[in-house]
């Protein structure tokens, strides 16, 4: 099974994480059934940004974005190149290194 392995996040993770998942689970949800809180404002169907996540290793593994996806990318906290949404991302057969962004447009406005 692939590994996931989370850098550290100082909320969800501070010391980091590897986790192990199956090839077709988002990476939404293996991070919530392995108890890494990451938000899911809509329930995983791709219309909030808050399970935004930035591929630092094995993005071209991954399903490529669809247009939803790239669209709602772009109002995301933080976003960067390998920007994906956690709940559209595929796991394949190759391991993968995420970050969680700092903040989430839920604590963007909380915060602003
Ligand atoms: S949980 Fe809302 S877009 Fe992923």
């Known amino acids: 099974m692939p590994i996931i392995k989370i850098l550290p996040h ?3 993770c501070p010391q980091g994480a ?44 991954l399903n490529p974005a669809q247009e939803e996806e790239e669209d709602l990318l772009d109002r995301a906290w933080g976003l960067e190149p390998n920007s994906r949404l956690s709940c559209q991302t595929i796991l394949a057969q190759q391991d993968v290194t995420v970050e969680i962004p700092k903040y989430s447009i839920n604590h963007a406005k909380e915060n602003h």
């Open 18 to 61: 590897e986790i192990s998942a199956s090839a077709g689970t988002s990476i939404c949800e293996a991070l919530l059934e392995n108890h890494i809180a990451i938000e899911h404002a809509c329930d995983m169907s791709c219309a909030c940004t808050t399970c935004h996540v930035i591929v630092r290793a094995g993005l071209a593994s």
């Open 10 to 12: 100082a909320e969800y």
